[in-house]
């Protein structure tokens, strides 16, 4: 059974950096094909994609936020974690990892987690 | 970056009935597309990838169609979970990565 959890701080100030910690079960990103991305959504928002890495260390990013994101694995944790720099309240939203395997799925990211909301606020 | 454009966005269907979501793409995304349900409080939930084959364990009243720039979810005989937000996802051209605005599904 896959399951993906996110943590980190709820509340966060302007200007600061935020990391996200998406522990996983049921997979491993070592496996040919899987990866695991961020996807926020603001209050009353839709989805928007952030960054995605996947089993042999590449990255992708979502070029209009390329410049503040970092994306990183530990296999053997089992984690993904996301860095964003300089936050400001329209970053507030819940974030959410997700899995992708294309071998099950395509590029639908059939896995998810409860997700976690980060509030941006002085 | 591509733009996915959802329609109606909201839709109002009493149970029982069918209900039809669009979704259109800037460009063409061949069938490069997903769908997902969201309902409230909840993280989405994937439907349909491939434009047309459901997901594992997805009901069959779940159906998607189309190619190119026009697609469409048909949700046949409406239950009442069924009453959510749907999003479209496009997946040939990336990153990014491009969600549509979403379609709330709700009782008639």
């Known amino acids: 059974q896959i399951t993906l959890k996110e943590s980190g701080p709820t509340l966060v100030k302007p200007t600061q950096t935020l990391t996200l910690t998406c522990t996983f079960s049921?997979?491993?990103?070592?496996?040919?094909?899987?990866?695991v991305s961020w996807i926020r959504q603001p209050p009353g928002k839709a989805l928007e994609w952030l960054a995605l890495i996947y089993w042999d260390d590449d990255k992708r990013y979502s070029p209009s936020l390329k410049s503040r994101l970092t994306i990183t694995k530990d296999t053997s944790k089992n984690q993904v974690v996301l860095t964003m720099t300089n936050m400001d309240p329209v970053d507030t939203a819940t974030y959410y990892c997700?899995?992708?395997?294309?071998?099950?799925?395509?590029?639908?990211?059939?896995?998810w987690g409860q997700g976690t909301l980060v509030t941006v606020s002085s | 970056e591509i733009v996915m454009t959802q329609s109606p966005a909201t839709l109002s269907v009493s149970p029982g009935e069918r209900a039809t979501l669009s979704c259109r793409a800037s460009q063409s995304v061949s069938s490069k597309l997903a769908w997902y349900q969201q309902r409230p409080g909840q993280a989405p939930r994937l439907l349909i990838y491939g434009a047309s084959t459901r997901a594992i364990g997805i009901p069959a009243r779940f159906s998607g169609g189309g190619s190119g720039t026009e697609f469409t979810l048909t949700i046949s005989s409406l239950q009442s979970e069924d009453f959510a937000v749907y999003y479209c996802?496009?997946?040939?051209?990336?990153?990014?990565?491009?969600f549509g605005q979403g379609t709330k599904l709700e009782i008639k």
């Open positions: 996802q496009q997946y040939n051209n990336w990153p990014p990565y491009t």
């Open positions: 997700a899995h992708r395997n294309r071998a099950v799925a395509e590029h639908g990211f059939d896995y």
């Open positions: 049921g997979f491993s990103l070592s496996t040919s094909g899987v990866g």
